[in-house]
């Protein structure tokens, strides 16, 4: 198993104003799998997002990423994890203003020791002609392609997404998505995303449903329903 989650909590606060936030988190995704996480503000998918992601600690539990748990991990030890294994796309694009498309997308190839080939990237992402524009002369979704571009240039065995179509309107989330797909596809990469769009799941392998920091449901998909299908 690619991705081994076991018995994951989470509280934040103290005293009488903590709050648990999982209360028990058991998951495996196979390699190569496109998972949903679905669930409610609040439900705790973010939280275990960034969990998996090294950038917040469980309370207790273990996740295992190919054969390695996180926790096990020293501090730079982790730190070098993320940055050879893991590929992060937010709602905010995040994308360094003075930096050209290309050059955003550059930023993540040199953490990688087997980058993908930044051209054949741009083409697939459908910004090639933007390559030399600076974020703020982008549309929202072009800069969202750019976002995706800087995640995956590096080849990262896993690929988080939290709402990564959050800020978009229907038309452009649904290229998103289809985009996301296609890289899935194409390169392989192991995809958790997490969303509050009941449609999205039928897109994935796999959907698991949050509620209350606990899954209520866990199931994979044995007819997938493309990203342009979609409909809400």
């Not at 937010?90 to 050209?100: G, S």
């Not at 959050?166 to 989330?173: C, K």
């Not at 985009?179 to 897109?203: R, S």
Request: glycine content about 10%; some cysteine.
């Amino acid at each position: 198993m690619f991705l081994e989650i076991k018995q994951i909590k989470k509280s934040f606060g103290m005293g009488d104003s903590r709050i648990e936030v999982l209360k028990g988190i058991d998951l495996e995704i196979e390699r190569g799998e496109f998972c949903v996480l679905l669930g409610p503000s609040g439900s705790g998918k973010s939280t275990l997002l960034n969990i998996i992601g090294g950038i917040d600690g469980a309370d207790s539990g273990s996740i295992t990423i190919d054969g390695e748990r996180i926790e096990d991990m020293t501090e730079k030890k982790l730190s070098l994890y993320r940055r050879k294994h893991l590929g992060y796309i937010f709602q905010m694009y995040n994308l360094i203003p003075n930096l050209t498309v290309r050059e955003n997308i550059e930023v993540g190839a040199y953490l990688s020791d087997k980058p993908l080939d930044v051209d054949e990237l741009l083409h697939t992402l459908g910004i090639y002609e933007h390559q030399r524009k600076l974020p703020n002369q982008l549309s929202g979704g072009q800069q969202q392609r750019t976002a995706i571009g800087r995640a995956i240039v590096k080849n990262p065995d896993i690929l988080l997404c939290d709402e990564p179509t959050g800020a978009l309107d229907y038309n452009t989330s649904k290229d998103i998505l289809r985009l996301i797909e296609t890289v899935n596809q194409k390169y392989g990469n192991t995809i958790v995303m997490v969303t509050h769009n009941d449609a999205i799941k039928d897109m994935a392998d796999r959907v698991v449903k949050l509620r209350d920091g606990m899954i209520r449901k866990n199931y994979t998909n044995e007819q997938k329903v493309p990203a342009m299908e979609l409909e809400w």
